[in-house]
């Protein structure tokens, strides 16, 4: 039983850590605003940092569910709203895994400490992140190589149609959101989670410390 509950925090506390680094910088709206600045967007799209402000606040609102096709049609064409119907329904089951990961760890945690499984719960939290150091580098490292390659096998694993080929000469939501614009907010989201991860270590190593010296207290007594 022990066993159960240490899997499935070494798998579901990263996992709802990565999840929440994605929704953190996906619905950064200062992000989106100085990326538009720096990437040229306001002179590709002819729109005012104003108008893209309210286009961004009505695409984000629409992300989280609080709005419906209808506030993206002022904006977008039909191709375009229909990709981000996809892209919508991405984020529903990512909010969904995110809560999901969320009790499973928090299920864990209470488990491992309401039966003083100290020194096991300071080893998972220490040594489980290394499982996902050696995945998240690895891919943080190919897409440093070459992150159009990459990012077009996100879209054709993640989405079952070509919705997402839009054209940077007529379609706002491209010029919007550039590759440049994916490619620094994807090193956001990995690095927010990296840290996060040296935090969880951080207190694992502290846990598992304290585990030891009270097991070896505990025999000498």
């Given amino acids: 039983m022990k066993k159960a509950f240490i899997i499935l925090l070494i798998i579901f506390l990263p996992l709802y850590l990565f999840l929440q680094s994605v929704e953190i910088n996906a619905f950064d709206k200062d992000f989106y605003l100085d990326s538009y600045k720096k990437y040229g967007v306001l002179e590709v799209s002819k729109k005012t940092l104003e108008e893209l402000d309210g286009i961004t606040e009505d695409l984000l609102s629409y992300l989280r569910d609080k709005s419906d096709d209808s506030v993206l049609e002022r904006h977008f064409n039909e191709k375009e709203v229909l990709h981000m119907r996809d892209v919508k329904i991405l984020f529903k089951y ?36 290394f499982i996902w150091w050696g995945g998240i580098l690895t891919i943080f490292l190919l897409s440093l190589s070459d992150f159009n390659k990459y990012f077009t096998y996100f879209h054709l694993v993640f989405f079952d149609n070509d919705l997402w080929l839009l054209n940077p000469k007529t379609d706002l939501l491209i010029q919007m959101l550039p590759q440049e614009f994916f490619s620094s907010i994807f090193k956001k989201m990995i690095l927010l989670f990296l840290l996060m991860l040296v935090i969880i270590q951080i207190i694992g190593y502290v846990v598992m410390r304290k585990g030891k010296n009270g097991s070896e207290k505990a025999r000498r007594f």
Avoid at 94 to 117: E, T
Wanted: with cysteine; glycine share 12%.
């Fill in 94 to 129: 990512g909010f969904v895994l995110k809560n999901i990961s969320f009790v499973l760890s928090l299920i864990s945690l209470g488990v491992l400490c309401y039966k003083r499984y100290f020194k096991s719960l300071g080893i998972s939290l220490f040594y489980g992140p």
